[in-house]
């Protein structure tokens, strides 16, 4: 059994703490616990949230999951958050922070000078701890991964239901989302360049990577679960089958 640790504070992002529930929280092989000062209901945005356990209760999970919320001046000033974070990443596989909750890791002196995915208003704050905002909308070094918010918090939970139980149990954890339209992955042999195409033309334009937010999974994960051969796919010139 793999104990995950979701971890609750005074402005919790409900949102987010039901992305991450909505695909580890089904998984057989996964305990997912709430943690935080005291047990009981805790006061935040969106879907009501109650700690199951205290931090005293939970020292070694496995993956600790940061979601955002508000007023996380406050969050990263909660020494005995920060002091649990500290206590339990050295034997973490895996450490997750989505939106504002990457300053909270930042505050706990656990991202270092590396840049984060996160909120676009938390760019300020990650400075002012020696790290900063990244463009990306997830960002991976090492142990450490973050992301931008509720969209990204699902692929998170997919990617490391892929790491920790293998692509096909991620496969099928995704298939059980409701009101969710996944984007077909390209075929292993098929150009990458024109897989990339397709997506984009489902996007707005912008700046950098292609982005939609209808897509509710990211070009990102869906890379990471699909086999492909890269020589083959990222072909130099047009006038390749």
Known sequence: MVQIALALFPGVSGDECEAFAAVLGGLPEVELVAVGAEVGPVPGVGPHQDVEATFDEVTRPEVVLLPGGLGVRETAADHELVAWLRQVEPTCRWMVASSTGTVVLAAAGLLDERPVATHW????LLESYGSAASTERIVEHDRIVTCEGKVTAVDVALLLTARLL???????????????????????????????SDVFDRTAKG??????????????????LVEMDVDEAWAPTDDKP
Do not use: K, M, Y
């Open 121 to 124: 208003l938390a760019g300020s």
């Open 166 to 196: 293998g692509p096909e149990r991620a496969a099928e954890a995704r298939t059980r989302l409701p009101g969710r339209e996944w984007p077909e992955p390209p075929p292993p042999r098929r150009r990458l360049r024109e897989w990339w």
């Open 207 to 224: 700046p950098g990577r292609p982005r939609n937010p209808e897509l509710a999974v990211s070009d990102w994960v869906e890379l990471e």
